[in-house]
């Protein structure tokens, strides 16, 4: 089983991205007053599409080319793609924790850990703490490349 068909995988990533999406643009963003997604930006598409090819799959980029995931209502690669996104919320990535959220921050945490588990159960990868999934101590781009 791969870390694209992996059930268990698909599952906590979905609820990662259900736990974080709502957070995108709202009161406890880091940009607040900005557009959501405003943190979107091509290279995390780049990384994302890198890491869905690798896998062998395939997604439509309904988007514009700066953000070519971006479809009417959001991202359309799946959050088990996309981990470096699914992953980032403003005050994790900014200070390690929501001070006025500690329940957030402790579902967060169980989610992450959770999610760190099976991936390195599944194929010895995880997430560090800047949300890049790392196979042993380069990442999963990095390591793509080399194959190249």
């Known amino acids: 089983m791969s870390l694209a068909d992996d059930p268990e995988i698909t599952r906590l990533s979905q609820a990662m991205a259900d736990l974080t999406r709502p957070r995108c643009g709202g009161p406890t963003c880091g940009w607040q007053g900005k557009a959501k997604f405003n943190c979107c930006e091509k290279m995390y598409c780049d990384i994302a599409e890198e890491y869905a ?8 980029k309904p988007g514009p080319i700066d953000l070519p995931y971006m479809g009417k209502t959001g ?3 799946p959050p088990h ?9 403003c005050q994790i990535n900014n200070v390690g924790a929501d001070p006025k959220d500690k ?21 010895s ?8 999934i790392t196979d042993g101590s380069k990442s999963v781009m990095e390591a793509d490349q080399r194959r190249k």
Request: charged share 30%; glycine share 4%; aromatic share 6%.
């Open 75 to 77: 991202c359309v690669m």
């Open 125 to 132: 990868k995880s997430i560090d703490d800047t949300g890049v």
């Open 103 to 123: 329940k957030f921050t402790a579902h967060y945490f169980i989610l992450r850990d959770a999610l760190n588990q099976r991936l390195e159960k599944v194929d």
């Open 53 to 60: 090819n690798m896998l062998g799959v395939k997604v439509d």
């Open 81 to 89: 793609l996309r981990l470096v996104c699914t992953v980032h919320d």
